[in-house]
């Protein structure tokens, strides 16, 4: 999905296939010189091809500068390469840097290469601004419950936060196939009976979250929660919400749409970009 100055572009498609850009609809948002705010969404390929087209035609009709914001960086997963393993992330930076925005802003990006490959790039941090809210709703007690971070990743992200408890997974990836091997907790806790919540960037169909709660619910864990930025619509057909492991997710729009449901809140991102 394409915002152009707060309003979302519609685009329609020959019967080929190519994609039909309203260069009308455009003009009318636009003011030559005045600064365009792109919002990008990610939800196909298909999006940065629109992506590309919208900025091109900015370009050679109603030049100014342009800002771009990225609610959820795609391919931001692969950010490394290993074996014969495409590094993907940086062939899709390369196509945005083409484009030539003056600013790019991405909503929790998922490490610090992201933004090492975006041209003047800056990255805003949502979840823990969200943290406050889950711990109101869910009655968490920060003198006496846990934040959970999964791996190493999480707890550089979000350990910096004060005046919690902590605890923080290990894992092992099979790199090739993305999936979870092992997780294990470091560390222990001093009661039983405390509530958690699991904090990190990213859910596919949620594999490292439920072998982390099974884990937590061994340590004695009564009530689980998830606190995740980008949760992708595939947490539907995974194991998580008919497990019973996790009391309910926490979660922006930056993928999923709404309505939140008794299992999953979706919070809007739009008050917390510039």
Do not use: W
Request: with cysteine.
């Amino acid at each position: 999905m394409i915002r152009l100055n707060g309003e979302t572009l519609v685009f329609e498609a020959y019967p080929n296939g190519e994609t039909r850009v309203d260069g009308e609809q455009i003009l009318a948002l636009t003011e030559a010189g005045a600064v365009h705010r792109i919002g990008f969404k990610y939800e196909t390929d298909a999006d940065l091809i629109k992506l590309m087209f919208v900025k091109c035609f900015l370009d050679e009709r109603q030049p100014g500068p342009a800002a771009l914001d990225i609610c959820y960086m795609p391919y931001s997963r692969m950010d490394r390469t290993e074996g014969a393993s495409a590094f993907t992330l940086k062939y899709t930076a390369r196509m945005i840097n083409a484009m030539n925005f003056d600013q790019v802003t991405v909503v929790e990006p998922h490490s610090d290469v992201t933004l090492a490959l975006l041209d003047r790039s800056r990255a805003v941090y949502p979840t823990l601004e969200l943290l406050g809210r889950v711990t109101a709703e869910t009655g968490f007690d920060p003198s006496a419950d846990y934040l959970f971070f999964p791996d190493a990743g999480a707890h550089k992200r979000y350990g910096r936060v004060e005046g919690f408890r902590q605890l923080v997974g290990r894992k092992e990836r099979d790199f090739r196939t993305g999936r979870i091997q092992k997780l294990d907790i470091a560390g222990g806790v001093d009661r039983q009976g405390f509530k958690a919540v699991i904090v990190d960037d990213l859910c596919s169909y949620g594999g490292t979250f439920l072998l982390g709660a099974e884990r937590l619910r061994e340590l004695g864990a009564a009530h689980i929660y998830l606190l995740v930025t980008h949760c992708e619509n595939a947490i539907h057909q995974g194991k998580l919400p008919a497990s019973g492991l996790i009391d309910r997710v926490y979660t922006t729009d930056t993928i999923l749409d709404g309505p939140s449901t008794d299992f999953i809140q979706i919070y809007p991102i739009g008050g917390l970009l510039p």
